[in-house]
């Protein structure tokens, strides 16, 4: 009988996301497992008084020790309390240290939003579009609470409606870019890094399946 191989590539390098919150590092936590990205590693910045310039430099610092292929600092533009002018500033200081900026306008959830649909203009209000994941997702929040309790398989609920999500984001920056003169979110950026580093999904271990 012939052995069935498993549909992932062969990993090249290693990759370090920072993020802004807490949060966001256990829901990327559950997408390297629910994934096995195994060359993937999720730190939370853990910075007080956090802004994109610390975040950025916690980065950095982290991208020392590891000694990673690739790095990522992400943020929502709340979390940092940034706006567009000052991401276009930061762009070229992460650049020169070698940090990729994965970041989401208005806030991170704009995200999962983008599972569920395309929005046919910029969203700016970070609370209607939290309202909106909430309708789809009962009980959503984005805080360590939920996602070690009733968002414990968040991830996995959404992987199907991944690759739709990537193409909402490219279509809806096309939009938004138009608008403020920034894309969206760099999220499918990070999405080709992924993609091209860690290989394609290895989903055979999870049994569960969710509509």
């Not at 610390?54 to 706006?83: M, N, R």
């Not at 939920?146 to 920056?173: E, I, P, V, W």
């Not at 939009?175 to 992924?194: H, K, N, S, W, Y």
Request: overall charge positive.
């Amino acid at each position: 009988m012939a052995i069935r191989k498993k549909n992932t590539t062969e990993a090249k390098g290693t990759i370090l996301l920072v993020t802004a919150t807490k949060a966001e590092a256990i829901y990327f936590s559950q997408m390297r497992k629910d994934c096995r990205y195994m060359n993937l590693t999720v730190e939370c910045a853990d910075v007080k008084d956090l802004n994109l310039k610390h975040l950025i430099d916690a980065t950095s610092k982290k991208k020392l020790v590891g000694k990673y292929q690739h790095v990522w600092c992400l943020f929502g533009f709340d979390e940092v309390g940034t706006d567009i002018d000052e991401v276009k500033e930061y762009e070229e200081y992460a650049k020169k240290k070698k940090i990729n900026l994965c970041y989401f306008n208005p806030c991170f959830e704009i995200w999962f939003l983008l599972h569920l649909m395309q929005p046919s203009a910029f969203l700016s209000d970070a609370d209607a579009i939290r309202a909106k994941v909430a309708q789809a997702v009962p009980g959503f929040s984005m805080t360590p609470e939920f996602l070690l309790t009733k968002g414990l398989n968040l991830h996995l609920q959404l992987f199907s409606r991944h690759a739709t999500a990537d193409l909402n984001a490219r279509n809806y920056n096309d939009r938004v870019e138009i608008q403020t003169g920034l894309a969206a979110t760099t999220m499918p950026l990070f999405d080709e890094c992924i993609q091209t580093v860690c290989g394609k999904a290895d989903m055979s271990h999870n049994q569960k399946a969710f509509k």
